[in-house]
């Protein structure tokens, strides 16, 4: 559930087809993303996901994979 809400919030910022995101996808490489479109989608998730990914965090996030993993470790916290 987690990845599939981060991958529409993905399609819909960088206007891909959901099916052309997966966990593997490298935001930088995948999709174009340039430093100011990775701070748009990391808000969109905090957002969506109501967590908050420290910028330490925000510099180790090359993948779709990675922002799910990180969703699921900061919800297990709670």
Do not use: C, W, Y
Request: aromatic share 6%; hydrophobic share 40%.
């Amino acid at each position: 559930m987690v990845f599939e809400k981060v991958r529409d919030i993905i399609a819909e910022q960088f206007d891909v087809e959901t099916d052309e995101v997966t966990a593997e996808s490298n935001i930088v490489d995948d999709f174009g993303a340039d430093s100011l479109d990775v701070v748009d989608l990391i808000s969109s998730v905090e957002d969506e996901f109501d967590v908050q990914i420290p910028d330490e965090k925000v510099e180790g996030i090359k993948t779709v994979g990675d922002i799910v993993a990180f969703i699921e470790s900061a919800s297990s916290e709670d």
